[in-house]
Nanobody, 125 residues
């Protein structure tokens, strides 16, 4: 089984910074796309940032976070990060990571989309 464990959430004042981490563990052959999503109360889950496979490393951001958030990955550690700067109250949400993971199977390889458990980010004075 593959598991994603997130860390780094918490309470921060407006204008502050936080760094989220999400590490994958288990039987992993390789990891393709990685992404961060968030869900605020009474709102739908939305994509915040994504980064493509290690060979390309192309990033994509929601307009609301461009210039403030940076997504990165450490392939050796099967980890994705989200550096969040200049945080605003409207960034308050539960943040989830998601990974597209290739896993070994008895017949070769398989494909899984795995979600983290979520970490709460609260931006408030």
């Amino acid at each position: 089984q593959v598991q994603l464990v997130e860390s780094g959430g918490g309470l921060v004042q407006p204008g502050g910074s936080l760094r989220l981490s999400c590490a994958a563990s288990g039987s992993i052959f390789s990891i393709n796309d990685m992404g961060w999503y968030r869900q605020a109360p009474e709102k739908e889950r939305e994509l915040v940032a994504a980064i493509t496979s290690p060979s390309a490393g192309i990033t994509n951001y929601a307009d609301s976070v461009k210039g403030r958030f940076t997504i990165s990955r450490d392939n050796a550690k099967n980890t994705v990060y989200l550096q969040m700067n200049s945080l605003k109250p409207e960034d308050t949400a539960v943040y989830y990571c998601k990974m597209a993971i290739i896993v070994p199977t008895s017949r070769g390889t398989g494909y899984l989309e795995v979600w983290g458990q979520g970490t709460l980010v609260t931006v408030s004075s």
